[in-house]
């Protein structure tokens, strides 16, 4: 089978790393997280004039319709880069969500402003009491004139400060149905605060929110899956992108750091570590490739089997790439503690390893 990348597949990398290249170093992220929705405004822009925030709309949404290999691609250079621009959950889950499920009239007022990154929109499907079940749905949508009033609390919604709208989940009886409702809406709060990774997340308070029919989307049950399965290809991407840059600052510190008048590359036992690490890399690579390759039920156990591997895998990845570095690999001076906390992240959200495996296990083979 060819892996080689096709002219069109280069070139998206390319613009993607350019991209990373350009506007990215470790005091430069810092001043980026600095931000009080937890990223650079300029660089959301800058990504959509690049075309990389309507890369994976549908053409008829002025996008690329980008494949699965073009998702990954551009989640693992975002990742080397450790890009803190929420394209994952603003574009790939709720903007595509968002696409797939609006009723025309408010599809048409609003994929415009989504595809050049004018606005951006956060799903809000979490609630405390379902321990990462999004089934469990406490938040109430009643009947109104003209509408649905919403009452409940949202918890992690991530990338959800200074977004334009919100994807709600909400009970209608035994239904779960899908609401939009503006930031601005009367008796919504938001309460904002950090994730382990310095990102931006919220909490949603929904008091008596009115919320007009034309905006219900009309989603089948197993669209959210199908949405999450497609971003779970770029979670995997960007830790893979991630592993990749932590293993490559830890070869250079180990060939430059010396003790005993030698290279800390030089020693036997480490370069037995950095093997083992670039194993599992590779490993990893393969899984995503095998995702990136698979298609209907094949490729969402494809996709749930990288899940329960990477998530786990890259944590310890990220401990011996920190261990290699000794005590400055904590430091905020250094990227690879960064790049820990993210890989963190990534393996605990939006379920952990322990549910990828039990759903990889759950379908069939």
């Known amino acids: 089978m060819n892996f080689d990348l096709t002219e069109d597949e280069q070139m998206l990398k390319a613009v993607t790393e350019r991209f990373?290249?350009?506007?990215?170093?470790?005091?430069k992220r810092r001043a980026y997280l600095a931000a009080s929705q937890g990223f650079s405004s300029e660089n959301w822009q800058i990504l959509a004039e690049i075309g990389l925030v309507a890369a994976p709309f549908d053409t008829i949404h002025h996008g690329l319709a980008a494949s699965q290999a073009d998702i990954a691609l551009i989640a693992e250079a975002l990742g080397r880069g450790l890009a803190v621009e929420p394209w994952i959950d603003s574009v790939l889950v709720a903007g595509q969500f968002?696409?797939?499920?609006?009723?025309?009239?408010?599809?048409?007022?609003?994929?415009?402003?989504?595809?050049?990154?004018?606005s951006r929109f956060a799903l809000a499907n979490r609630e405390s009491g379902g321990r990462g079940n999004t089934d469990c749905v406490e938040t109430i949508a009643e009947h109104a004139p003209e509408g649905w009033v919403i009452n409940g609390r949202k918890t992690i919604v991530v990338a959800g400060v200074a977004a334009d709208g919100f994807i709600v989940s909400?009970?209608?009886?035994?239904?779960?149905?899908?609401?939009?409702?503006?930031?601005?809406?009367?008796?919504?709060?938001?309460?904002?605060?950090?994730?382990?990774?310095?990102?931006?997340?919220?909490?949603?308070?929904?008091?008596?929110?009115?919320?007009?029919?034309?905006?219900?989307?009309?989603?089948?049950?197993?669209?959210?899956?199908?949405?999450?399965?497609?971003?779970?290809?770029?979670?995997?991407?960007?830790a893979l992108g991630i592993m990749?840059?932590?293993?490559?600052?830890?070869?250079d510190y180990l060939r430059t750091r010396k003790q005993f008048s030698a290279p800390l590359a030089s020693f036997q036992a480490l370069q037995h570590r950095m093997v083992a690490q670039y194993v599992v890399m590779e490993q990893a690579r393969a899984l995503v490739d095998l995702a990136v390759l698979s298609e209907g039920d094949a490729f969402l156990r494809a996709i749930a089997g990288a899940r329960a591997f990477i998530a786990e895998a890259s944590v310890t990845f990220g401990?011996?790439?920190?261990?290699?570095?000794?005590?400055?690999?904590?430091?905020?001076?250094?990227?690879?503690?960064?790049?820990?906390?993210?890989?963190?992240?990534?393996?605990?959200?939006?379920?952990?390893?322990?549910?990828?495996?039990?759903?990889?296990?759950?379908i069939a083979a």
């Open 170 to 238: 909400a009970r209608v009886g035994a239904e779960i149905c899908y609401v939009l409702i503006s930031a601005d809406a009367a008796g919504l709060e938001v309460l904002p605060y950090r994730l382990i990774d310095g990102r931006a997340a919220c909490d949603l308070i929904l008091r008596n929110v009115r919320v007009v029919d034309a905006c219900r989307l009309h989603s089948d049950p197993d669209l959210l899956r199908r949405v999450e399965a497609r971003a779970d290809i770029a979670r995997c991407a960007e």
């Open 98 to 118: 968002f696409a797939a499920s609006a009723p025309p009239p408010l599809l048409s007022k609003w994929i415009a402003k989504l595809t050049t990154g004018q």
């Open 319 to 362: 401990h011996e790439m920190i261990q290699m570095h000794g005590g400055m690999g904590v430091s905020d001076e250094l990227i690879i503690g960064h790049g820990h906390k993210r890989l963190l992240l990534l393996s605990r959200y939006p379920e952990t390893a322990a549910v990828a495996l039990d759903e990889y296990a759950g």
């Open 20 to 27: 990373v290249t350009d506007r990215y170093n470790v005091d």
């Open 244 to 251: 990749q840059m932590m293993f490559d600052a830890t070869r």
